[in-house]
Nanobody
């Protein structure tokens, strides 16, 4: 059983940056591909970015490509999401997820076994 705890969300102006962290415990972190999803009010949960176990494969949604960067540190059991050039439409609850079987590129939320509670990101215009 893996526990995931996100941090780093907050309120930022458009064009600003945030760095989200997701700390894992209770399992062997390096066995899991990791991903970030987000869900805005009234919208479906959507894939943002994913990273494979060794960071050899990285995936991004088209909407964030070039602005967001996912990374992981297996020694610290943590996955990060750097959010740059933020836009009001990036406002959402951001959650990290762990997948024992995939590569981090699976974009359907149902493919992930473990989830964090989420952290709110609000971008003002």
């Amino acid at each position: 059983q893996v526990q995931l705890v996100e941090s780093g969300g907050g309120l930022v102006q458009a064009g600003g940056s945030l760095r989200l962290s997701c700390a894992a415990s209770g399992g062997t972190f390096s066995r899991y591909a990791m991903a970030w999803f987000r869900q805005a009010p009234g919208k479906e949960r959507e894939f943002v970015a994913g990273v494979s176990r060794s960071s050899s494969n990285i995936f991004y949604a088209d909407s964030v490509k070039g602005r967001f960067t996912i990374s992981r540190d297996n020694a610290k059991n943590t996955v990060y999401l750097q959010l740059n050039s933020l836009k009001p439409e990036d406002t959402a609850v951001y959650s990290c997820a762990a997948d024992l079987y995939g590569s981090g590129g699976y974009q359907a939320w149902s493919g992930y076994e473990y989830w964090g509670q989420g952290t709110q990101v609000t971008v003002s215009s």
